[in-house]
């Protein structure tokens, strides 16, 4: 199993960026395909970037493609989410889930492994 630990998130103007990562224990990261969902009040959980475990490749929402990028450190054993050009709408808990077996998607429900959350406030 993996355990997953969200940080980075905070209270930022519209805008501004920052920085999620996803620090793991328990197994090598790069064994699995990461996802990063978002939770706002009154919205369902919704994916937004995913990196696969073969080969890297990434996938975004069409709301957040072009300001966030998803990237791995291996060594470090983290996934980081780089979030430029913050909008208020941004604002929501931020998930960081694990799926052992790919490709990468949108089903929250294929994620076997999920941390507990960081909150994001964009707001000026």
């Known amino acids: 199993q993996v355990q997953l630990v969200e940080s980075g998130g905070g209270l930022v103007q519209p805008g501004g960026s920052l920085r999620l990562s996803c620090a793991a224990s328990?197994?090598?990261?790069?064994?699995?395909?990461i996802g990063w969902f978002r939770r706002s009040p009154g919205k369902g959980r919704e994916g937004i970037a995913c990196?696969?475990?073969?080969?890297?490749?990434?996938f975004y929402r069409d709301s957040v493609k072009g300001r966030f990028s998803i990237s791995r450190d291996n060594a470090k054993n983290r996934v980081y989410l780089q979030m430029d050009s913050l909008k208020p709408e941004d604002t929501a808990t931020y998930y960081c889930?694990?799926?052992?077996?790919?490709?990468?998607?949108?089903?929250?429900?294929?994620?076997?492994?999920w941390g507990r959350g960081t909150q994001v406030t964009v707001s000026s």
């Open positions: 889930a694990a799926e052992r077996l790919g490709p990468c998607g949108w089903d929250a429900g294929e994620f076997d492994f």
């Open positions: 328990g197994s090598r990261l790069d064994y699995y395909v």
């Open positions: 990196i696969s475990s073969s080969d890297e490749s990434t």
